[in-house]
């Protein structure tokens, strides 16, 4: 019962996010427009890794930004997986409840964008988001 709450919750506040924020400031995108740059959120979240700043990328696990949330489960399982971030068992539970929800999240592929859930876009790597991982937080 907690956990549909919870995601109805999420579901709400990322409809209402969504109307209320400049998209430019919300898209996560890996390969965005004409040259495949990446996303302003995706640039933020960069210099929080290469600043070590986990705890910062951490806090996006409890934003009301649903990119936000998108971005710290793709790092933070990255930096759990890396031994470079210890995941606790209450984030761990968050971060299943929320893969698997139907939180959707404005993103972009090259020139085109559209709404995905969090579950599509992992399931799919429908936004090239491995290969990000990959060159941003290597596996050694």
């Not at 995108?29 to 302003?40: D, H, L, M, Q, V």
């Not at 139907?102 to 992992?122: A, R, V």
Request: hydrophobic residues 40%; glycine residues 4%.
């Amino acid at each position: 019962m907690k956990a549909l709450i919870l995601i109805l919750f999420f579901t709400l506040t990322t409809v209402s996010n969504h109307a209320q924020t400049n998209r430019d400031e919300t898209l996560v995108g890996f390969n965005c427009g004409i040259n495949g740059s990446p996303s302003k959120l995706v640039l933020e979240t960069t210099k929080l890794i290469n600043s070590q700043n986990y705890k910062e990328i951490n806090s996006y696990l409890y934003s009301k930004n649903s990119e936000k949330i998108f971005m710290a489960i793709l790092i933070l399982e990255r930096l759990h997986k890396l031994n470079l971030y210890k995941i606790s068992e209450k984030e761990l539970e968050i971060i299943t409840k929320l893969k698997y929800s139907p939180i959707m999240i404005w993103n972009c592929i090259g020139c085109l964008s559209d709404f995905n859930s969090i579950n599509e876009i992992l399931e799919k790597n429908l936004l090239g988001s491995e290969e990000w991982l990959e060159k941003t937080i290597p596996a050694k």
